[in-house]
């Protein structure tokens, strides 16, 4: 279990990254922004899978948490390590 709330974290914090970089497309190669964007959801698509996983929700309100709730999800991680 330690496992899957330490994979979550580690998701969300990529997830995070990539979205920083995405959104910097004004700054950086289109490329570069769109290949961030893609990381993006991908990184999503594996939070919602491992929400699914742990606590049996449909896919579509999985991915909704992952995307609106990632902060939320650290903090309770933060507090059940």
Do not use: C, P
Not at 17 to 28: P, R, S
Not at 59 to 64: G, P
Request: glycine share 2%.
């Amino acid at each position: 279990m330690n496992e899957k709330l330490n994979e979550l974290k580690a998701l969300i914090v990529e997830a995070d990254k990539a979205q920083e970089t995405y959104l910097k497309f004004d700054e950086i190669d289109e490329s570069k922004s769109d290949e961030a964007y893609e990381e993006y959801w991908i990184h999503l698509k594996k939070i919602a899978s491992l929400i699914r996983g742990l606590i049996n929700v449909d896919e579509n309100t999985a991915l909704r948490m992952a995307i609106h709730k990632k902060d939320e999800i650290v903090k309770l991680l933060e507090r059940a390590a």
